[in-house]
């Protein structure tokens, strides 16, 4: 049984290995993103209200910056007609008033490094990266003759989790950029239900597997030669 164990742990260091590189990625990607956002700050006059947002705790404004029409987010004790100081993140996403806290998180390079790493990509990255390092090394002597065991399914995972790689990324950053949950579910279903059906597969391949199979890999027995 202890045999068995192994083997599905070798699976599941592969399927972990392509879920981790997706989430790297992903990783890599917040921070880029963060850091090509241009960032200033300037003074402008809170226009027509929009909305509240968060328990009244928030208004959106209309606001002109450089003769452009912007949307500033600001606590809701402010009114139209208040001059603010708002911080610009390039011209898109909606102001929002500069105080320590908010010049800390959008324009210090400490507060916006924290800023792109807080995410689920890495709260995950830690879970996957600590499930990676605990299966390598309980397969790490063993994954050769394991792979020797399982070749089309070692294949398959290998190839599966290359293809998923593509299409889950994409869709994340999509997601991301544009709000679209319909490429940010497919995402989930790519990174979450590929190791869910490979680690289901793996565990089914190697319970089904008979004993003489295992031995079949074992170089046969050596005999002595007759006497004529």
């Known amino acids: 049984m202890l045999k068995k164990l192994t083997h599905i742990l070798y699976g599941i260091r592969l399927i972990v290995t392509w879920t ?8 890599g990607y917040y921070l880029i993103r963060e850091f090509g956002i241009h960032t200033e700050t300037c003074n402008v006059v809170l226009g027509e209200a929009e909305y509240r947002q968060y328990s009244n705790e928030y208004t959106m404004f209309k606001v002109t910056v450089d003769g452009k029409d912007m ?44 800023r792109a790493l807080d995410n689920d990509a890495s709260r995950l990255i830690g879970d996957a990266a600590a499930l990676f ?52 579910i497919t995402g989930l279903l790519l ?23 295992s031995r079949s890999i074992l170089p046969p027995p050596i005999t002595q030669p007759s006497e004529s």
Request: charged letters at 25%.
């Open 20 to 27: 981790l590189i997706v989430l790297t990625v992903l990783e």
């Open 71 to 114: 949307t500033a987010k600001v606590p809701a004790a402010y009114t139209t007609g208040d001059e603010v100081e708002v911080i610009v993140r390039d011209d898109i996403y909606p102001l929002i008033l500069k105080d320590a806290e908010s010049e800390y998180d959008y324009i210090s390079l400490e507060g916006r490094t924290k």
């Open 133 to 184: 390092i605990l299966t390598f090394a309980l397969t790490l002597k063993k994954g050769r003759d394991i792979k020797g065991l399982y070749p089309k399914l070692t294949k398959a995972t290998y190839i599966f989790g290359a293809v998923m790689v593509i299409p889950a990324t994409i869709t994340f950053i999509r997601s991301c950029n544009f709000f679209a949950w319909d490429h940010l």
């Open 191 to 213: 990174t979450i239900g590929f190791p869910l059906l490979f680690t289901l597969i793996w565990i089914t391949a190697v319970l089904t597997r008979k004993e003489d199979q």
